[in-house]
């Protein structure tokens, strides 16, 4: 996919330090959607100002948006639904991680990214219609 230039010009305003980390998440957003073949096509599109990945079949999965962190829990964050109950089943499987209420997990810029538990993560947002229609089925 090539980069959206909205999405790097908004990227471009921040400052090097959050703009890196962002780029950092943005390709492990990316790279993990290519490895999530339930997932199938991503499009990379802005939502409330913010880059968004969002699979392009509907039913599939939850739009993640990243960006800047503006309270005191992180340097930048991932968001989500907040009707989801992903942060929640997140909570559960990553306690050590810091959440913001319902909708976001929050990372520190000057840490290295947990790769591990954030590609759980982008894959379950980027798979939650589909899983969870499967979970009722059975």
Known sequence: MAPDPDILKVLDGYPDRTKEALLRLRNLVLQTARETKAAGEIEETLRWGQPSYVPVRRGT??????????S????????VSCQSSLVSEWRAIFPEMTFGGNRSVHLRCDAPLPEAELRQMISMALTYHSSKRKRAAR
């Open 61 to 70: 999965g939850t739009t993640i948006r990243i960006d800047r962190d503006t």
């Open 72 to 79: 005191p829990a992180g340097d930048i964050a991932l968001f």
